[in-house]
């Protein structure tokens, strides 16, 4: 633990403050309950939503392989909107972070209401952009050589699937800036339960509405757009009602939309660390996109395959997600606290907790690639792909979860174009060129290339050691606010 002589070094002291071995890999009973806290509302949540995501893939993979990439195409496209409303709410909550640590609930609120404005216009730029362009996003996905007949019921099906989501980004946009300052204080249960409840909805309406169960419709992918919008309105019923009525418990609500107003003066501290991550986010997210689109000229049956790894290494993941994104509360309340020699130490055994987790699931998720493609109804040439797919996944876990705590304690010292250099900026310099001229200009098998892409996060391992060690992320951001 860090003791009151530690709490009044400067911070190029605390910067320079040896650390041992010992205290960065190993914490005391304090720390791993008071990560747990945190981190096990959110990996409950996240992982019965990965459960129902994967149950909710196996559903419309059973009405056929056309359908399920479909919506794989479209959830790639509307994952682009999710991760900028991630991103710009996020550099908000870098502020709501260190505000609460400080016990500063004006400024909790000042930053959630920033967080509304930016989603609202976010949430209507969306809707615009999907309704007039969805069609030409969605053809981009289509390799070229696809039967002509294969090709419109796709795109049909895609088209489908997108108009009925788009309903949902309005409820989705409104339940993230609720759930984000609950996060970054540290209230993880209301989001965690409201979560669940939004999951059960999803699941239960998607049997019902998928194959017609109990007199409902039969819709197919319908059904499944229709599902999610209904737990979508669900969850944000539950989270706003909640966060207003229990005022002593989430006190920093109380007034929020009374007298709605931004200090001036905030606006472009928000706004500096916002629109770095929005741009990074919206970025690395497009990034992501541009790499399906490279591995999808190899046909079709890699989007149904890439879908299916991608839906069961989300359960697994969740464990550095989780961890991450813990890493950018207990970090940043650290550093609002002004601690810092202490979010020093909580960062690297943050990076540590991660990786061991890491070796942990990435070797079970190893022992179940085999199995897992066999859940689904489609062709065997599609299962062997994304067991391959699984594979390479499970190997390479180690690897993301130091990045995503590096990201993330850089993000929670106000580093935001550091990570906008970090993590987008790599995807588009380096990985992106590298699918590109693989998947187009080599007859290496799109096993290899999928491989070959992920192991360049390495280079991205060695910069964020450094950056962390550097130590230009540790600073109190809220200490004359």
């Known amino acids: 633990m860090e003791t009151k002589a530690e709490w009044n070094l400067s911070r190029e002291e605390a910067i320079r403050y040896k650390l041992t071995f010992r205290e960065c890999v190993l914490g005391e009973k304090d720390f791993y309950r008071r990560v747990g806290i945190v981190v096990l509302p959110i990996v409950v949540q996240n992982t019965l939503s990965n459960v129902v995501s994967l149950l909710d893939n196996v559903m419309v993979g059973q009405v056929g392989t056309l359908p399920m990439s479909a919506v794989a195409i479209v959830n790639q496209l509307l994952f682009v909107f999710y991760l900028c409303i991630f991103g710009a709410i996020a550099g908000a909550g870098i502020y709501t972070t260190q505000y609460f640590g400080k016990g500063d609930y004006d400024g909790v609120r000042f930053t959630t209401r920033y967080k509304l404005v930016v989603a609202f216009v976010l949430c209507l730029g969306a809707i615009l952009l999907f309704l007039t362009a969805g069609e030409e996003l969605i053809g981009l996905y289509i390799a070229e050589d696809t039967i002509p007949s294969d090709r419109l019921e796709t795109l049909s099906y895609a088209k489908q699937y997108l108009n009925i989501m788009l309903i949902g980004l309005v409820p989705f946009s409104l339940t993230q800036c609720y759930a984000g300052t609950l996060r970054e204080s540290g209230q993880t249960v209301l989001p965690m339960v409201s979560g669940m409840i939004s999951m059960g909805v999803n699941f239960l309406f998607n049997l019902l509405l998928i194959f017609g169960y109990l007199g409902f419709p039969k819709l197919g992918v319908v059904g499944a757009a229709v599902a999610t919008v209904i737990s979508r309105f669900t969850e944000c019923m539950i989270v706003v009602l909640f966060a207003h009525l229990k005022g002593k418990q989430y006190s920093f609500f109380r007034g929020l939309y009374r007298n709605f107003r931004i200090p001036r003066e905030m606006i472009p501290k928000l706004l500096s660390k916002s629109l770095p991550l929005l741009l990074n986010e919206s970025l690395w997210s497009l990034g992501q996109a541009a790499l399906l689109q490279s591995y999808s000229v190899r046909g079709i049956e890699v989007v149904a395959a890439m879908n299916i790894c991608s839906t069961i290494s989300l359960l697994f993941n969740e464990g550095f997600i989780s961890l991450g994104s813990a890493t950018s509360i207990v970090v940043g309340q650290e550093l609002g606290a002004n601690r810092l020699v202490n979010a020093r130490r909580t ?135």
């Open 347 to 481: 960062a690297w055994r943050m990076a540590a907790l991660s990786i061991f987790v890491c070796i942990l699931l990435g070797a079970v998720l190893f022992a179940l690639y085999p199995l897992v493609p066999n859940i689904y109804n489609t062709e065997p040439e599609i299962r062997t792909l994304a067991s391959a797919f699984i594979r390479i996944v499970a190997l390479v876990m180690p690897i993301t979860a130091y990045l995503n705590v590096a990201y993330f304690t850089l993000r929670a010292g106000g580093r935001t174009l550091i990570t906008f250099l970090f993590d987008s900026c790599f995807v588009w310099v380096v990985s992106v060129p590298a699918a590109f001229v693989l998947a187009h200009f080599t007859t290496l098998p799109v096993i290899t290339v999928y491989a070959v892409v992920l192991l360049l996060d390495l280079i991205k391992d060695a910069l964020g050691f450094g950056l962390m060690k550097q130590g230009g992320w540790v600073r109190n951001m809220v200490a004359d606010s």
